[in-house]
Structures are given as structure tokens and as C-alpha cells.
């Protein structure tokens, strides 16, 4: 469907095929592109139908007093306020199921490339050291236990994969889940104690901010291993910090972090680590995928009919 009529606004950028199809349908407008935002939402913000990206708060929604949906290109969508989005009958879309793959398998690569050092080999080989001698041994996924923060679609995708490396997988929510296979444990402390691994893949929000505290990573001991696929506000970063330097936590690998693009300085420094951009979902074939289903999401709330995926 193109109508050029419907008017909608960006506040960042976004992926390039994503863009080019907002532009073929709907007459486009890109706010971090403008001299001054607030100067242009106070004199075309009525116009503003609907929002392609993320990160709207109230304070945008009152300078869009005719925004209809917020289309956010994600499956996270805890930096759009939602509860002011309801009570104003805004419509919130996600973008889920077309990155679970993508973020299982990276997953499963922070996990090996932390058992195995890999980046660290890698330098090891680079740097010339193995001429001196080889690197020292490390662990290895298979007869490990993981537990699993999170069992939703993505969370799943985890668990198959986890298995295949002949890893038994148990997990922790809001709820046991009765169709699946694995240990529900009731308690976060106590499965990280009973883990060698803990992932994280829960959504993030108040609801769960620092849900990963001092206590479970105590619980998860100087053997332990974490991952985090999700959003760096669900682990005490501080605390997880001083544990991977004085050997209370045995390692981390992180997709994520609580003030991205900034990563403590501490992080840097250690050899326990494996640290990642933010790439859960950074491969060309998911992001297409993601920008298609955004742009879905519009065509079928300017035609009329139910949404793909609606959060809201």
C-alpha cells in the first residue's frame, strides 16, 4: 500500500532497506536530521501519524498529538513508554521471531568463544606467543548445565541449541512452563548455584532491572560462566565487575552492557572476558527480515486490519 498522504517520523536511523520501503509507501520524516527537533515538532507535529524505531517517551507522544502507532524495530521495546502509549490508544509494534536465530547462534558462539578463549587465542597466534609456548587448557559446553534466564521464543532457540552441545538445560521465569522438557526452578539464586552457565535472554524493564544481583552471581561461584543476550540493566554491572577480578565469578561473555556504547574500563583489562557490540541480531539476512515486518506492521494498521505484532 503507498499513501503519500500518511506522514510518519523517524528519530534515527535505520536500516537502509527498512528506510527505502518507509519512503516508497509514506511521505517520510527524519527528525535527527533537522536543525532543530523541537522548533520542527511544534510546528508539524500534528501532522505525525505514526512512528518508525524505538525509544519514544511521553514527552514525544505530547508533541505528536495524532500519533496513531509507534512501529518499533526491535523485539525489545522497554525504551518505549507503553503505558502512556495504551492510555492514549497508540498502537506498539515489536519485531519478534525473525531474529531468534540470529541471537541463539550468537549465543552459542559467546558461549564456545568463552570456554575455549578464542579471541584470546587469537591474539595468542597474532602476537607470537604460541612460539613460546601453547596456551593453557580451558572447558569445554558438554556436560555442562545452563541455566537459562528468559524462556521465551528466543530463550527456546537457546535451549535446542544448548542441547545439541550436549548441555542439559533448565531455566527460570515468571512461570514453569508445563509443555517443556526442562528443570523449572522457581528461585534465580538457587538455579545460578546449581548452573555452570547462566544466559540471559529475559526482557528488560523495571520489571527486571539488577534481577541478576550480587547474590546469584556469588551463587553462580568462581567456576561460573554468564552471558548476556538481552539488556545490560538486567545484571549489577558494578558487582559483576569486582567478581571477575578478585575470581568470585569464573567468566563473562556480553552482548550487552548498562550504559552502551560505554563499557566500564575494567571490562577491558581482563582476560575472563568476551565482549560484543551489541550484535544479537546484526546479520543483513535478520535485519531485513526485522525492517520488513516494521513496515508490515504500518501497512496493516493504515489498511485496517489486525496487526502482526502487536505489544500494545
Same mark, same amino acid.
Given at each position: 500500500m503507498t499513501d503519500k498522504s500518511i506522514e510518519i517520523l523517524q528519530t534515527g536511523k535505520l536500516l537502509a532497506s527498512c528506510e527505502a520501503a518507509l519512503a516508497e509507501r509514506y511521505t517520510v520524516h527524519k527528525l535527527h536530521e533537522?536543525?532543530?527537533?523541537?522548533?520542527?515538532?511544534?510546528?508539524?507535529?500534528?501532522?505525525?501519524?505514526?512512528?518508525?524505531?524505538?525509544?519514544?517517551?511521553?514527552?514525544?507522544?505530547?508533541?505528536?498529538?495524532?500519533?496513531?502507532?509507534i512501529a518499533s524495530f526491535g523485539v525489545g521495546y522497554d525504551n518505549i513508554d507503553t503505558r502512556t502509549a495504551k492510555a492514549r490508544n497508540i498502537r506498539v509494534t515489536n519485531t519478534p521471531n525473525v531474529l531468534n536465530d540470529a541471537v541463539a547462534e550468537l549465543t552459542i558462539g559467546l558461549m564456545i568463544a568463552l570456554a575455549r578463549r578464542i579471541p584470546q587465542a587469537d591474539q595468542y597466534v597474532r602476537q607470537g606467543k604460541w612460539l613460546s609456548g601453547s596456551m593453557p587448557l580451558f572447558s569445554e559446553l558438554t556436560g555442562k548445565t545452563v541455566g537459562i534466564l528468559g524462556l521465551g521464543r528466543i530463550g527456546k532457540e537457546i535451549a535446542a541449541r544448548a542441547q545439541a552441545m550436549k548441555m542439559r538445560v533448565v531455566y527460570h521465569g515468571r512461570k514453569r512452563q508445563p509443555s517443556e522438557p526442562h528443570v523449572f526452578y522457581d528461585n534465580l539464586t538457587d538455579m545460578a548455584r546449581?548452573?555452570?552457565?547462566? $544466559?540471559?535472554? @529475559?526482557? +528488560?524493564? #523495571? !520489571?527486571?532491572?539488577?534481577? &541478576?544481583? *550480587?547474590? $546469584?552471581?556469588? @551463587?553462580? +561461584?568462581? #567456576? !561460573?560462566?554468564?552471558?548476556? &543476550?538481552? *539488556?545490560?540493566?538486567?545484571?549489577?554491572?558494578?558487582?559483576?565487575?569486582?567478581?571477575?577480578?578478585n575470581g568470585g565469578l569464573g567468566g563473562a561473555a556480553l552482548d550487552v552492557f548498562e550504559d552502551e556504547p560505554e563499557v566500564p574500563s575494567g571490562f577491558l583489562a581482563l582476560d575472563n572476558v568476551v565482549l560484543s557490540p551489541h550484535q544479537g541480531s546484526a546479520t543483513v539476512q535478520t535485519r531485513d527480515a526485522m525492517g520488513a515486518l516494521l513496515v508490515a506492521n504500518l501497512e496493516a494498521h493504515f489498511a485496517g486490519e489486525p496487526l502482526i505484532s502487536a505489544v500494545v
Amino acid at each position: 500500500m503507498t499513501d503519500k498522504s500518511i506522514e510518519i517520523l523517524q528519530t534515527g536511523k535505520l536500516l537502509a532497506s527498512c528506510e527505502a520501503a518507509l519512503a516508497e509507501r509514506y511521505t517520510v520524516h527524519k527528525l535527527h536530521e533537522e536543525a532543530d527537533p523541537k522548533a520542527w515538532l511544534a510546528a508539524n507535529g500534528s501532522r505525525i501519524r505514526a512512528h518508525a524505531g524505538s525509544g519514544v517517551q511521553a514527552d514525544l507522544m505530547d508533541a505528536l498529538p495524532n500519533l496513531e502507532i509507534i512501529a518499533s524495530f526491535g523485539v525489545g521495546y522497554d525504551n518505549i513508554d507503553t503505558r502512556t502509549a495504551k492510555a492514549r490508544n497508540i498502537r506498539v509494534t515489536n519485531t519478534p521471531n525473525v531474529l531468534n536465530d540470529a541471537v541463539a547462534e550468537l549465543t552459542i558462539g559467546l558461549m564456545i568463544a568463552l570456554a575455549r578463549r578464542i579471541p584470546q587465542a587469537d591474539q595468542y597466534v597474532r602476537q607470537g606467543k604460541w612460539l613460546s609456548g601453547s596456551m593453557p587448557l580451558f572447558s569445554e559446553l558438554t556436560g555442562k548445565t545452563v541455566g537459562i534466564l528468559g524462556l521465551g521464543r528466543i530463550g527456546k532457540e537457546i535451549a535446542a541449541r544448548a542441547q545439541a552441545m550436549k548441555m542439559r538445560v533448565v531455566y527460570h521465569g515468571r512461570k514453569r512452563q508445563p509443555s517443556e522438557p526442562h528443570v523449572f526452578y522457581d528461585n534465580l539464586t538457587d538455579m545460578a548455584r546449581d548452573s555452570d552457565w547462566l $544466559v540471559i535472554i @529475559a526482557p +528488560g524493564g #523495571k !520489571g527486571t532491572e539488577r534481577i &541478576v544481583s *550480587r547474590d $546469584v552471581l556469588t @551463587a553462580l +561461584g568462581p #567456576k !561460573g560462566m554468564i552471558v548476556n &543476550v538481552a *539488556r545490560g540493566t538486567l545484571i549489577d554491572e558494578p558487582a559483576m565487575l569486582d567478581l571477575l577480578q578478585n575470581g568470585g565469578l569464573g567468566g563473562a561473555a556480553l552482548d550487552v552492557f548498562e550504559d552502551e556504547p560505554e563499557v566500564p574500563s575494567g571490562f577491558l583489562a581482563l582476560d575472563n572476558v568476551v565482549l560484543s557490540p551489541h550484535q544479537g541480531s546484526a546479520t543483513v539476512q535478520t535485519r531485513d527480515a526485522m525492517g520488513a515486518l516494521l513496515v508490515a506492521n504500518l501497512e496493516a494498521h493504515f489498511a485496517g486490519e489486525p496487526l502482526i505484532s502487536a505489544v500494545v
